[in-house]
């Protein structure tokens, strides 16, 4: 659909003239980011897909990117690059972009192409009009691990503090809550200790729920540059292009992980394969955990997980043996019921074998969207701007100060989280939702339940690349966004590393970076005053870098863009007498951010899962990443034809070769898949990469949340998308 661009000129425009709206069509170019240009018209940036953080080469034709290449000089990826980052800029001309905002005016009609002066009208109108009548409650956002650190924190200062509302979520709740709980209360602060040259230095290397070939395939590049012969352990309920490559596969019972890392713990403490001058030295709560685990006996870990004996026994000496021993861990643990209590499992693992702080050793858990670790530390949104704590004065104070704001316009009460968001919506208490670079619509876990919930709301604002994804489709209001390539700013990678994108295309019609638009929303809004030296990403980056001084993820030691540039992305803590170009893993000198630095054993006893397969529902649903060329809800992977051809254009579900021959099911023919919450029609693989009983359904394809159930983590409160009870229907070959 091509849409007809409102009149619009800049006189017309009150607000502040924006950068990007002051620039003429044409006028392509670099953003305000002092770019490293080659002699062959070539600058760097690094990608906006994974949370790899790949370095990338970005060729230029007068300013304008025309093609890129993967930067052999970047500390992260040496010149390597997945199919998502060599495609990543086509998705920027697909014909889908929102070009304009767009105003749906009344309920059931069409959205129209409004101004953008007439949308931030109506955007601060309704809302203003809503929290007098209802509250500063009766509004929330949901946003994303996906735009800048300075664009986070934009909105999170803008949204608390200048609009004085306080609910909010985003969607690193489906995705990293649990590591992010699990770090702070074990380790005093979210911090992963690894950097990415462990990957190399390590002799064993556990992975949990993780599938790195798919979902990190240039970090498990940087494993297979591993000249130590390590043994690779892989624990997945299937036999994933990772374990395939491992050295020890251990496919136990899905969400039986709690019950195994108990059972290893067990096990390595009564052999005395552990490190007790580590544990009295750096530890609390070792001596409750010891007794804790006997109950994990060999006999129970073995009927609870399906591994036998000789295989868990296996596993513990493997680590017992191991100089230098890391564990690594993705949704396969923290999408859980008990995702935090596992992720504290895995560091408990690391503690009590002292493999923490060195070479090649850590409890790592790997992020998954390009800035997931900028949204934990700068998002303001379950902690405060810079990984303060909102409910200590003395940090309210500092940040206050810093921002050059009033104490008191910082909200001591805590945000609701995604799913109590959306309760909140459904029982009338939330009126007005406002998206930004998510798809709920698509990801949500039982969206049948997210969609009817939109139906709900007085007025429903999304602000997305392409006003086609199917959160933008029932907006009211649609805020037409730049995407990356076309803005300057920062995101922080898996590792801790600080890296620079920058703007180099320009965003198609009147699509403003998420930065410029907070702008305009600050100005409307009448809180620009607030932000008055909030001007460039840059100006935002130097004030954060103050914010997070003293803190654990302090980096006052960078000077500006240029620095994290030219050092080839720079890693947190960075200080005035941090050594550059160091790598930088932490805790080397056995000191927690707790108040007495020592790291707390945590656990609990293991819970049941919370929808088990029964005699209607007899399998068991795993949900994950599909291929390295998909991502998520395929918004922007989905508009690369060559992209498209490096996957299967309908949803699939891989199903055992039992279960198949059972059931009468043929390879390629129809099933239709059902749950207690809704059904989808799949084409089978069938294969043995799954145990029978369970099957397994990409997340890519829009359909697969109508079956998932929503169960959460007790303690951060993820989705646990990863375990349900699902029936099979052969509907034979259509
Ligand atoms: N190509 C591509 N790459 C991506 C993404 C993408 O969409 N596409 N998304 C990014 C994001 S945001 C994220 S969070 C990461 C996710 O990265 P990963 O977590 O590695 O990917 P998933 O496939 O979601 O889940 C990993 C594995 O968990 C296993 N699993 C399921 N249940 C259990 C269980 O009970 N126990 C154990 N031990 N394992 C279990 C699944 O079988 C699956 O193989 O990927 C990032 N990278
Ligand atoms: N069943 C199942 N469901 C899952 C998972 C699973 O394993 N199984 N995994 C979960 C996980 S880990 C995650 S992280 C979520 C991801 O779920 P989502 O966040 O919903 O997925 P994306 O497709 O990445 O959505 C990002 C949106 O932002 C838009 N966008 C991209 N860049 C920008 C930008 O710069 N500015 C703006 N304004 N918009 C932009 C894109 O067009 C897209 O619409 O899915 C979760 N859902
Ligand atoms: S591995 Fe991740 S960061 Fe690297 S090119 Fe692929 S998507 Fe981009
Ligand atoms: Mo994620």
């Known amino acids: 659909m091509k849409l007809a661009l409102p009149d619009f000129t800049l006189r017309s425009w009150k607000g502040p003239l924006t950068e990007e709206l002051i620039r003429h069509p044409g006028e392509f170019g670099l953003g305000q980011v002092p770019v490293r240009i080659k002699p062959d018209a070539t600058t760097t940036t690094v990608c906006g897909y994974c949370s790899t953080g790949c370095g990338l080469n970005v060729h ?73 009548e209802h509250g500063p409650e009766s509004v929330a956002f949901l946003s994303t691990g996906q735009i800048t650190t300075e664009e986070m924190a934009y909105l999170g200062c803008l949204y608390k503090f200048g609009m004085g509302f306080v609910h909010c979520d985003s969607n690193t709740r489906q995705c990293m809550a649990s590591a992010h709980v699990a770090y702070k209360q074990s380790f005093g602060f979210d911090a992963p200790p690894f950097t990415y040259a462990d990957f190399e230095e390590s002799d064993v290397l556990v992975f949990v729920g993780a599938n790195p070939c798919i979902a990190h395939p240039i970090m498990w590049q940087r494993v297979m540059r591993n000249r130590r012969n390590p043994e690779i352990i892989v624990v997945d309920p299937r036999k994933t292009e990772t374990a395939m490559a491992a050295t020890q596969h251990y496919p136990i019972r899905p969400k039986s992980d709690l019950v195994l890392l108990y059972g290893l713990a067990n096990i390595l403490i009564a052999s005395g394969w552990i490190d007790r001058p580590f544990i009295d030295a750096h530890t609390t709560g070792f001596r409750e955990f010891a007794e804790f685990v006997t109950k994990f006996t060999t006999e129970r870990v073995c009927q609870e997980t399906g591994l036998a004996a000789d295989e868990l026994w296996r596993f ?78 003395a940090d309210r104070r500092k940040v206050a100060t810093i921002l050059g704001i009033d104490e008191n316009a910082i909200p001591q009460q805590s945000s609701m989280a995604y799913d109590q968001i959306l309760r909140g919506i459904d029982e009338g208490r939330i009126k007005a939702l406002w998206v930004i670079a998510t798809n709920g619509a698509h990801s949500w876990i039982n969206h049948n339940d997210f969609n009817s919930l939109l139906d709900k709301l007085d007025f429903l604002v999304v602000q997305d690349m392409y006003h086609t994804t199917e959160t933008a489709q029932r907006a009211d209001l649609i805020l037409p966004a730049a995407g990356w390539g076309e803005k300057d700013g920062t995101l922080i990678n898996s590792e801790r590393r600080i890296g620079v994108i920058k703007k180099v295309r320009r965003a198609p019609g009147q699509a403003l970076s998420d930065f410029s638009i907070f702008q305009l929303i600050a100005h409307s809004w009448g809180c620009s005053e607030m932000f008055e030296r909030w001007q460039t990403p840059e100006k935002v980056f ?193």
């Open 316 to 393: 513990a000496r493997t680590i017992a043996d191991g100089k230098r021993v890391s564990f690594w861990w993705t949704m396969g643990v923290n999408q859980s019921h008990e995702g935090t209590r596992t992720a504290q499992a895995l560091i408990n693992l690391a503690l009590i074998t002292g493999n923490i702080g060195r070479p090649g050793t850590g409890a790592n858990s790997i992020t998954g969207q390009c800035n997931a670790m900028g949204s934990r530390v700068f998002g303001n949104i379950t902690s405060l701007l810079g990984g303060h704590d909102v409910s200590d004065p």
């Open 60 to 132: 230029l034709k007068d300013g304008e990117a025309i093609n890129l290449s993967a930067d052999s000089e970047y500390p992260v990826n040496l010149g390597m690059a997945c199919p998502k980052g060599w495609e990543a800029l086509t998705p920027l001309s697909a014909p889908d972009r929102a070009v304009a905002p767009m105003l749906r005016r009344q309920r059931g009609g069409k959205l129209d192409s409004v101004s953008w002066e007439e949308a931030m009208e109506v955007f601060c109108q309704k809302l203003k009009a809503i929290k007098e």
């Open 542 to 734: 130097q004030i954060l870098k103050e914010i997070t001084r003293g803190k654990p993820c302090e980096f006052t030691g960078i000077e500006d863009y240029r620095m994290i540039d030219q050092a080839g992305g720079i890693q947190w803590p960075f200080t005035a007498d941090t050594p550059p170009g160091a790598e930088r893993r932490l805790f080397e000198d056995g000191r927690f951010f707790t108040p007495d630095h020592r790291a707390r054993i945590l656990f609990d006893e293991p819970a049941p899962m919370p929808e088990a397969p029964d005699i209607d529902y007899p399998f068991l649903l795993l949900t994950g990443r599909g291929t390295s060329s998909q991502w998520h809800t395929n918004t922007r992977t989905g508009k690369s034809d060559v992209l498209r051809k490096l996957y299967p254009a309908e949803c699939y579900v891989e199903i055992h070769v039992d279960d198949a021959r059972r059931l009468g099911i043929a390879r390629h023919s129809s099933v239709r898949i059902a749950s207690r919450r809704g059904e989808l029609v799949a084409k089978a693989a069938v294969t043995s990469t799954v145990q029978p009983g369970q099957i397994f359904l990409p997340m890519h394809y829009r359909e697969v949340n109508r079956l998932t159930f929503p169960a959460f983590d007790t303690y951060s409160r993820q989705p646990s998308y990863k375990a349900c009870a699902v029936a099979i229907t052969p509907l034979g070959r259509q």
